[in-house]
């Protein structure tokens, strides 16, 4: 079955280190990646997604996602977090040509000011 | 309008009873989802629709859960008999095609059956 597995369940980063959350995913053809961020009390909202192209595909503010399609990859980082990124990551896939998304379990980041 | 709207944003009900979440989508959206978020999970897919169909409707988990949407807008997601196992935050989402284009989602519904 398509899976997608975020490792790190909870993160806690001092402001201006740097973050890279991991997102494994099981499926053998062409995929969509995203990654959603839900700040505290607000929806989902789309950070960064990969189609085709260039595997390093650059988000809104700051962050960056890498697709390695050898490792099934598609972890995503940010250089330099603020206390303002504190939030819930979520990866998710979606088969090309479907129009199913596969979430994974999230990963909460909690940003020490 | 501008964003996914979901009403409400919380319900409580008991054990048993009748509910039903709505969802107005993007306007021009043809396509509309509905996932369910569980506790320390990540959102599952519960239906989709194209316009005024159900084009898969696999990820409802039994027949209490039935969802609608009549004129290809507004979709209403309901769950006969409630259980207590049904309290979760309700996900709507839309997008202007299916897959590549991306979903826009709305702040959820937060059930919570007692």
């Known amino acids: 079955a398509q899976s997608v597995s975020q490792h790190n369940h909870h993160v806690i980063l001092s402001e201006a280190a740097s973050l890279e959350l991991g997102c494994n995913y099981s499926?053998?053809?062409?995929?969509?990646l995203f990654w959603y961020v839900q700040y505290p009390g607000q929806h989902l909202q789309l950070l960064l997604k990969?189609?085709?192209?260039?595997?390093l595909v650059k988000g809104i503010k700051g962050f960056e996602a890498e697709f390695i399609k050898s490792k099934f990859s598609f972890n995503l980082r940010k250089p330099s977090v603020q206390w303002s990124d504190t939030a819930e990551y979520f990866c998710a896939v979606n088969p090309s040509g479907t129009y199913k998304y596969i979430f994974g379990t999230g990963t909460r980041l909690k940003v020490l000011a | 309008g501008a964003g996914v709207s979901q009403t409400p944003s919380n319900k409580v009900t008991e054990k048993g009873k009748y509910v039903e979440l709505r969802c107005d989508p993007i306007?021009?959206?043809?396509?509309l989802y509905w996932y369910r978020q569980s506790l320390g999970q990540g959102p599952e897919f519960l239906i989709y629709f194209q316009g005024t169909g159900a084009a898969d409707d696999s990820g409802l988990p039994n027949d209490r859960f039935f969802a609608v949407r009549p004129e290809g807008s507004v979709s209403t997601l309901k769950i006969q008999r409630t259980e207590r196992g049904d309290s979760a935050v309700y996900l709507c989402?839309?997008?202007?095609?299916?897959?590549?284009?991306?979903?826009?989602f709305g702040s959820g519904t937060r059930l919570t059956v007692v």
């Open positions: 306007s021009g959206h043809t396509a």
């Open positions: 990969y189609f085709s192209g260039d595997p």
């Open positions: 989402a839309s997008s202007e095609g299916t897959g590549d284009y991306g979903y826009t």
């Open positions: 499926y053998g053809g062409t995929v969509n």
